[in-house]
């Protein structure tokens, strides 16, 4: 398989556990490197062929030889993991959370998901709960916007995601999506150093 081939592939992987995340601007980057990536001429059809020539802003222009870009010092090429998928029983009660989700309905989803554990539910509960907390902090910051535009809103739901995430982090039993909410909830609270470190721990984990 040729380097192309696997960068599609992993692309392709990519973009469907970060939809399936509800991760949408992240997974349309990838869907943008993925169409991207130059095709194999024999490939061409005359649809892709016309797309190719109008997407030349997001196109990556490969040699049309097998690539053998080497990375630069001190930086090791990673893959992106395949990640464990563990929704299988109880992935009824995932589809009915991503739908309220998708509706922005973040209470709802996370409702439904309180007694699930695997790895993707427990991530859209905690994401639910996140987003949820933000549009409240939102509407909060229009009714008590005063005369100098300012407010004292704040997201009710941090204090307790923050500890959830943490415990996960430090008992070794966060994937790289988990990272990412954690690292999310540290910069929210103040926690800049950290919400560093930990932002650059799940990107390594899932380049």
């Known amino acids: 398989m040729s380097s192309k081939e696997s960068c599609r592939n992993e692309?392709?992987?990519?973009?469907?556990?970060l939809s399936d995340r509800?991760?949408?601007?992240?997974?349309k980057w990838a869907a943008e490197q993925l169409v991207g990536i130059e095709q194999d001429r024999a490939k061409f059809t005359p649809s892709n062929t016309r797309f190719q020539?109008?997407?030349?802003?997001?196109?990556r222009r490969f040699r049309t030889n097998e690539i053998t870009w080497t990375p630069p010092t001190g930086i090791a090429y990673m893959s992106t993991p395949l990640m464990e998928e563990d929704?299988?029983?109880?992935?009824?009660?995932?589809?009915?959370?991503k739908s309220y989700f998708d509706c922005r309905e973040y209470r709802r989803a996370a409702h439904v998901l309180r007694d699930q554990t695997g790895k993707k539910s427990v991530f859209l509960r905690c994401y639910?709960?996140?987003?949820?907390?933000e549009k409240w902090k939102e509407e909060e910051m229009i009714e008590l916007e005063g005369p100098l535009g300012k407010?004292?809103?704040?997201n009710h739901e941090l204090v307790s995601l923050e500890r959830q995430l943490s415990t996960l982090c430090k008992n070794s039993m966060i994937d790289p999506f988990r990272l990412y909410l954690y690292g999310l909830v540290l910069k929210e609270k103040g926690n800049g150093n950290l919400a560093f470190k930990v932002l650059v721990k799940s990107v390594n984990s899932y380049p």
Request: aromatic share 10%; net charge positive.
């Open 53 to 59: 020539r109008g997407s030349s802003s997001i196109r």
């Open 87 to 97: 929704e299988a029983i109880h992935g009824d009660f995932y589809r009915l959370a």
């Open 128 to 133: 639910a709960l996140y987003l949820a907390g």
């Open 22 to 27: 509800c991760l949408y601007s992240a997974s």
């Open 151 to 154: 407010s004292d809103a704040v």
């Open 11 to 17: 692309l392709r992987t990519a973009i469907r556990q």
